[in-house]
Structure formats: C-alpha cells, structure tokens
C-alpha cells in the first residue's frame, strides 16, 4: 500500500474521526473505504452514461409518448408507480 498526503476540510475530518471511533476502526480504513465507494460509484456511472450516448447514437431512444404510456402503465419501478405517483 502507498501513501500519499490529502487536504481535508476541518469539518470533514472531524466526521471522520467520528466515523472511525464509532466503527472502531482507523482513520485510514474509513478514507479507504470512502474512496473505493466513491469510485465504485463513478465508474458504474461513467459505464451507463457511455451505454446511453452508444443508445442514443444508433436511435435507441424512446419516443415521448412512449415515456408517457409507460408511467401511466405503471411499468416503472416494479410497480411502485401507479398512476403517475410512488405508492
């Protein structure tokens, strides 16, 4: 493992601090773990945002009304919309 040196608002290391003592664990751990989540996250996102340029590139996209029958279905979310509202 490496190290390497981070400016960190006061307020967010002590949150941090916080975090660890409450998990029991240090300080380093809790960054590493933050910073693997965050990107986690922003790789996933990166992932669907090129899958949705490639989509819209070869006319994949839904027309509005298309959109519009389908939250009046109440297709999206497995059912927790009904009728244009979350259930």
Do not use: H
């Not at 029991?24 to 992932?47: C, D, H, L």
């Amino acid at each position: 493992m490496k190290t390497t040196t981070i400016r960190i608002n006061e307020n967010i290391l002590e949150r941090l601090d916080s975090l660890a003592e409450n998990l029991s664990q240090p300080r380093s751990w809790v960054i590493n773990q933050a910073i693997e989540r965050f990107i986690e996250y922003e790789e996933w996102f990166v992932g669907e945002v090129k899958a949705g340029l490639q989509e819209v590139e070869q006319g994949k996209v839904a027309t509005d009304k298309e959109v519009s029958d389908a939250f009046e279905s109440g297709f999206f979310l497995d059912g927790e919309f009904q009728n244009g509202c979350l259930s």
